[in-house]
């Protein structure tokens, strides 16, 4: 599973920047200001950079350690990656984020800071960057199988490092389970990956 080597630190990075927005913003908010689609556009920039650096990182961390060198097109998925996605999830977290401010104000009360917390904004960076592994690995699996004529088999892998839930504990140690990390927001798994050689059984693979 040679994922990132410097994992956490991408999590934290990503959540500082999307916190620095995330109290801007509230600012704006509680004075009236609150500009929904620069908000938007910027956490775009912010997530779509940072899972399109993270795709990048472990789509090559897999094929340095199968076949000894990056991936030619891992520039080009990754910033395909990073664009679309970046989009997409500040178009929801957005929409959630204007959803939660509108029924906290029908219902008589609203705590700002608590919808745009630091918290909030540690598990998106989480999920976020769990996802792009996930997809790159992938990705990158499925070249390293054609190169090497093999057969890409994963296992699920918890974070042995955080608190892991239920459902990431009766995934662990699955065999190409349906669903892919992450599970749930702030779900930190990954993925442990083989090659069988082709006409070998995936049941004993990893």
């Known amino acids: ?31 009236g200001l609150a500009d929904w689609g620069a908000f938007s556009t910027i956490l775009a920039e912010i997530i779509g950079s940072s899972v399109a650096d993270t795709y990048r990182a472990a789509a090559n961390a897999l094929a340095v350690d199968q076949v000894g060198g990056e991936l030619t097109d891992s520039d080009k998925q990754a910033a395909a990656y990073g664009e679309a996605v970046g989009q997409q999830e500040a178009a929801a977290i957005t929409a959630r984020t204007h959803a939660m401010l509108v029924d906290g104000l029908n219902s008589g009360g609203v705590n700002v800071d608590a919808i745009l917390s630091e918290g909030r904004a540690k598990s998106i960076a989480i999920t976020q960057t ?7 690995e992938a990705w990158a699996a499925q070249a390293v199988a054609a190169i090497t004529r093999s057969v890409a088999n994963w296992r699920w892998r918890i974070d042995p490092n955080s608190n892991v839930c239920s459902v990431c504990q009766d995934l662990n140690g699955q065999l190409n389970p349906d669903i892919e ?22 049941a004993g693979a990893v």
């Open 130 to 136: 769990t996802e792009a592994i996930s997809a790159a």
């Open 181 to 202: 990390p992450p599970a749930h927001p702030g779900c930190a798994c990954d993925k442990e990956w083989s090659f069988a050689p082709l006409g070998m059984s995936s």
């Open 1 to 31: 599973m040679p994922n990132p080597s410097d994992r956490n630190q991408r999590d934290s990075e990503l959540a500082a920047m999307i916190a620095v927005l995330f109290r801007a913003f509230a600012r704006e908010v509680e004075q």
